[in-house]
């Protein structure tokens, strides 16, 4: 399948640290134990290896990860869900982690392979929720007709139950999916997830990307429960009513109306779902999306507005998920080539791959993607990782002449990370809106600052945030070209 990584910065130095996901072996195999790995940026534009100092390599068959502040005391912690059981690292502020999945409460054995933190009930703590695959059996391995062994299509296995563990606040977790009303195991195939208020009604919502069955939408009803709105808002199925093979998911803005919207990377070709005030619209054909996506198997589908100017552009991670595809296929291919879309404004995206780089017309097995500046240069980066082959990390050169802002987020009466507050930037005649969120794409968690384009304008007029917690603060006359950390204040 593939694994997933995570930018965060968990010694505050103000870089963007790197966790790497390794699958690994299944238990009791015999093959070696590569372990997760925990890079530290050193500011140079160099990563270091700090996985045995940190303790956090954990030797799972990993899946997925995000990193968020639970406990609200200023450093961000680890969440790894694997195949088997699922680790909390607690980041204890001097470099190192402590494993505190036991403790903790975090009881999540089946297939994790997304995470996403949030505050669902908005008392000031990130909850987790964590997105099971589905049951799967070693055994039930399929021979074909030309006799390879590959993995069975997903509804030749039953799905599982998702996680939603609660925070007690006392550093304890309860998983309450159940009584929360987030469990369809019979549907449940999932691969993705992203947590955002779609609403725009201050509670966060969860969408969940499911493996040829519809895709979950849960919507916050403010009382601790959710109800599952994918039938009657337009997010569960395709166009054509068709439910799809879905991977990886992210939320944004891409039209600047105001509202979140949803992309997801499918077996099919990419699906776009536009915000209409809380009904969703499926725009993949009406944008530029359908045609170029269609050839290729999504995994990893990432907003970001790579050019600075404004518009939330795109990127898909994109390799076919069986080994052996090309014996099977004349048409196929298991390692594929990735995709960068430029969004032109209008509410079109062009594909700009053959421009943006040597690395866009190499065929990789892609899965993981994340965006980033990790070298702090304003102009956004992307990671990714690749099935059985080298990582990538491609540097954004960032020959746009836009300017930029990145905005850093302090909560005081919310979570420590401001992990759901919605920040609204203008400049000039030009309105963005985004939403701090914490886990992304497939199996991973990108920067989770909010990094702004802001085209050819010297200055922000005004940023607007509403908190999780409900407080409305503004910050006025920004000057461009910097990154800034604003604390919650009432």
């Known amino acids: 399948m593939g694994s997933g990584a995570v930018f965060f910065d968990f010694d505050n130095d103000g870089y963007l640290d790197l966790y790497i996901v390794n699958s690994g072996y299944i238990t009791g195999s015999t093959n070696n134990q590569t372990g997760n790995v925990l890079y530290r940026n050193d500011g140079s534009g160099h990563f270091i290896d700090v996985t045995a100092k940190s303790k956090t390599g954990d030797i799972g068959y990993g899946m997925a990860a995000a990193a968020a502040d639970y406990d609200n005391d200023g450093y ?23 494993n505190v999945t036991g403790p903790a409460g975090i009881d999540n054995y089946l297939w994790g392979v997304a995470v996403a ?62 009584k929360a009303g987030v469990t369809n195991a019979i549907e449940g195939r999932g691969m993705g997830v992203v947590a955002c208020d779609f609403d725009n009604d201050g509670w966060p919502d969860i969408y969940v990307a499911n493996d040829t069955n519809r895709n979950f939408f849960y919507h916050n009803n403010g009382n601790n ?26 939320a944004g803005d891409y039209n600047g109306d105001g509202w979140l919207d949803i992309l997801v990377a499918n077996s099919e070709t990419a699906t776009l779902y536009s915000n209409e005030s809380g009904i969703f619209i499926e725009e993949t054909s009406a944008v530029g999306l359908s045609e170029p996506t269609f050839q290729f198997v999504g995994f990893s589908p990432l907003f970001l507005d790579y050019d600075n100017d404004g518009y939330l552009d ?39 791959s053959k421009s943006a780089g040597e690395y866009f017309s190499q065929a990789f097995v892609g899965r993981a993607s994340i965006s980033g500046d990790y070298n702090n240069d304003g102009y956004t980066d992307i990671f990714i990782v690749n099935s059985n082959q080298r990582v990538v990390l491609l540097r954004n050169e960032g020959n746009h002449a836009n300017n930029w802002l990145h905005v850093k987020l302090v909560g005081t009466y919310s979570n420590r990370d401001g992990i759901g507050a919605k920040v609204r930037v203008t400049a000039g005649k030009t309105i963005q809106t985004a939403e701090v969120k914490s886990g992304n794409g497939y199996a991973s968690d990108s920067d989770q600052r909010l990094l702004f384009g802001i085209g050819n304008h010297q200055k922000v007029d005004q940023i607007e945030i509403r908190w999780p917690s409900g407080i409305k603060q503004r910050v006025k006359n920004i000057l461009c070209n910097q990154i800034i950390a604003i604390t919650e204040e009432n």
């Open 76 to 98: 961000q912690d680890l969440y790894v869900a694997n195949y088997g059981a699922d680790v909390l690292y607690h980041n204890n502020g001097d470099g190192t982690f402590t």
């Open 117 to 178: 933190f949030l505050d669902f009930d908005l008392d000031g703590y990130l909850d987790i929720f964590v997105v099971n695959y589905l049951d799967y059996n070693l055994s039930m391995s399929v021979a074909t007709k030309n006799g390879l062994t590959v993995y069975g299509h997903p509804r030749a296995y039953e799905g599982t139950t998702d996680a939603l563990y609660h925070n007690n606040r006392d550093n304890t977790f309860t998983n309450i999916a159940e």
């Open 225 to 250: 429960t959710f109800t599952d709105e994918s039938l009657f808002n337009g997010t569960g199925y395709d166009a054509n009513g068709v439910a799809e093979g879905s991977m990886g998911v992210d």
């Open 314 to 352: 795109v990127f898909i991670a994109n390799g076919h998920p069986q080994a052996a595809i090309e014996s099977l296929s004349d048409s196929e291919t298991y390692a594929q080539m990735d995709q960068l879309f430029r969004n032109s404004g209008e509410g079109i995206y062009e594909q700009v």
